[in-house]
Each structure stands twice: as C-alpha cells, then as structure tokens.
C-alpha cells in the first residue's frame, strides 16, 4: 500500500500579526507625508503607559537604544557597576558597556531561567553595586518582589528590560512598572511590534526628560537646534506609531492566545518525563513570549527532527553573553553553572497566537514521539 504523504505546511517559530485596520494606520501617516517623530509617536507614548497603568513612556528607535538610553538617563557610567544576567539577548549587557559602566553577571534560577535573588544578594556582599538590570526573559516575570527589596535595601536602581514581557504582571501588577525604569523592544518577534521600535518607562519626571533629549540629538524644550547634552537620533518614527497603537489594542487579546497555546503544550507535554515545561510562579502572570521546554538529552538531535518535521524552533540562547569573544575579556566565563545548563537543554516551540489548533497537536505529536532513543 502507498503511503499517503500530507503535505503540511511549515509552522514558524514566530509570525507578527498585522491586521488591515493596522495597514490603514500605516497609509494614513503615509499620505500625510508627516513620516517622523509627530502625533502618532506622542499618543502611542500615552496610549502605552496607560496600558501600563503607571509612568512616563519615551519612544525609541528599538529595544537596544531604549536600554542605551535609560541608563544614560539614569546616570549610570564610568566607575559604576551594574548586576544582570548572563542569560539573554546581547543587547542587555551591551548597554551596561555603552553606558561606559561594567556588567557583573550573577547566576539564574534553574526553574524561571531569570536572575536568581540570592546570587544577586551575594554579588552585593562582594562589591558596591549602582544597580540590578533584570530580565523577564521569554515573558516571565523576573522575581520582582525579591529583587526591589534588594535594591531598597543596598540604596540601588532597579531597571527593567521587560523587552520580551508586555503586558506580564507581577502580583498583579504589570512589569515595567515596579523599578527606576524599564525598557520595550517592539521587534517583530515580540508580543507587539512595530517592526523596530522600542520604549523607555519611568516614574522619575527627570530621567524622563533627560531620555526625551538623548533620544532626540540632545535637544531640549527651549527650541530647535538648542542642545543640552549631546545626544542621540533614537527616535521613533510615526510610522512605526501608527502600527503600535493598533497592535496595542490587540496586546491582551494575543496574550491570552499565547497562555491557551501554551496551557495546550504544557498539557500535551507535561507527562514526556524526559522534558521540563515552563513554570509559571503564583505571584506571576506569564506571556509566554516564548515557550522553552528544557531537555536535558538530545536537546540538538530534538531541534534536527522538529525541522525535518516542518516545525520551526529556536535556541534563545544557545551560549552565555559573557562566553561570547567580545566579553570574554571581561573574565566571567565558566561562573555559571545553571545558566550553562540551561543554554546546553533549552528549546522554544512556537506558541505565538497566529497558530491553529491543529498546529498545536501537530508540535505536541511531534515531540512525544521523538525517537529520542536511538543514533
Ligand atoms: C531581553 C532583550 N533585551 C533587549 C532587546 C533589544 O531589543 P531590540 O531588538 O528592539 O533592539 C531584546 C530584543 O531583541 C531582548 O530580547
């Protein structure tokens, strides 16, 4: 008998959704022929603060100048020191360094796969510290509670980089709200985007308004061609804009996809003893921009097979940021042992809302039978 072969389509690791209201927002400001930083860019700021419920929001040109800028507005340079995690996309740490300051990389929970408290308490044991650069890595709350008690009590900054995390909640409340200031990414692989784009949050009226002029070549409220600092052209266009507030108004909506998407994996998944699901903590509410699965065998051979069966996936982050050549002067390679770990056993699965359903089982169907045995 003829096997039947189905062609299926590939499902990738990650898909914007544009909507054709979206696309109209975009013509507007085209026909406008006003394409830079103007009206759209002042109401997405509003629009996304609100959203968050509390703060000032800045509009950047990505993620990565939104984290520049903020520790730059913050004050943080030259002689100061500052705790992240070595576990997470470059541009994190890479803002430490631009801002002139030095990263001190502290280990993570094994479970959240996030800064673990007490190895940011013992790193403030050791040396003076400025401030903590966390992360909600794939969605996940960092242990906020945790980590702003330390701050308070060693007189430091807290600073988000909630760049994977919109709309992520903490004991209810959302993150980008509970440190000194945080940052946005709005790539396309996040949970809004606007192509690129970013945005800093801050309660602080005045790490505010030293954002507003760095972002924007240095110049201040008193006129064109006035510079109170030398700056930086970081805005962010209209365009983008335009795309931010109708993809906002969806934020919660695809949010809530993500957690029934993910809430499906773990179901399908959670009984394969030979992976771990992620956790979502009591005090946390997750946005699964990324779902990861640790394995602890064959994770790669795993990566090979789901490719060879249509189904995207990604190892976010295969190596540590400070084993990569360009930190490697730093010398803090090797110190981490439940980050290496998790960069040896962690694989995402799409989970984003353009999936369908058949989708998911096709991925979990996929994964429970991977012939994890053999070769
Ligand atoms: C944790 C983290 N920080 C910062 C960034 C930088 O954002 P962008 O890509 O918008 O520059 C990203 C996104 O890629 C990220 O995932």
């Known amino acids: 008998m003829k096997t039947q072969q189905r062609t299926q389509h590939r499902i990738p690791i990650a898909k914007p959704m544009i909507t054709d209201d979206e696309k109209r927002r975009v013509m507007e400001v085209l026909d406008s022929g006003r394409l830079v930083a103007g009206a759209k860019v002042k109401e997405f700021e509003h629009s996304f603060a609100d959203y968050l419920g509390a703060g000032s929001a800045v509009a950047t040109s990505s993620g990565t100048t939104a984290l520049q800028v903020t520790l730059e507005a913050l004050g943080i340079g030259a002689g100061d020191t500052v705790i992240s995690t070595p576990f997470t996309f470059v541009a994190t740490s890479n803002a430490i360094i631009h801002a002139g300051a030095r ?61 994977q995390a919109h709309g992520a909640r903490y004991d209810d409340q959302k993150v980008g709200t509970f440190g000194d200031a945080a940052i946005f990414s709005f790539y396309p692989s996040k949970n809004i985007t606007t192509g690129e784009g970013g945005m800093i949050i801050t309660t602080d009226a005045q790490v505010e308004h030293r954002a507003r002029v760095l972002v924007n070549v240095g110049q201040d409220g008193a006129g064109e061609y006035v510079y109170e600092v030398i700056g930086y052209n970081y805005r962010m266009t209209d365009l983008s804009a335009a795309l931010g507030l109708g993809q906002l108004e969806h934020l919660d909506e695809y949010n809530a996809r993500r957690r029934a998407n993910a809430a499906r994996l773990t179901e399908g998944l959670g009984r394969s003893r030979w992976l771990m699901t992620p956790v979502e903590p009591r005090e946390c509410f997750h946005v699964y921009n990324q779902y990861t699965i640790r394995v602890p065998q064959s994770r790669d051979r795993l990566v090979k097979y789901l490719n060879d069966q249509g189904i995207g996936t990604r190892v976010y982050y295969p190596s540590l940021v400070p084993n990569s050549p360009a930190y490697r002067r730093l010398g803090f390679a090797g110190q981490f042992p439940a980050a290496e770990t998790l960069a040896r056993e962690v694989l995402s699965l799409p989970v984003h809302p353009a999936l369908a359903e058949g989708d998911l089982e096709r991925i979990i169907e996929a994964v429970v039978h991977f012939p994890r045995d053999r070769g």
Do not use: M, W
């Open 103 to 163: 990263p001190l990389f502290v280990d993570v929970d094994p479970h959240t796969y996030n800064l673990d408290p007490q190895a940011v308490e013992d790193a403030f044991k050791r040396e003076k510290v400025r401030a903590i650069l966390c992360v909600h890595l794939y969605g996940l709350p960092a242990d906020l509670g945790a980590l702003r008690e330390i701050a308070r009590r060693h007189s430091a900054l807290l600073i988000e980089d909630s760049a």
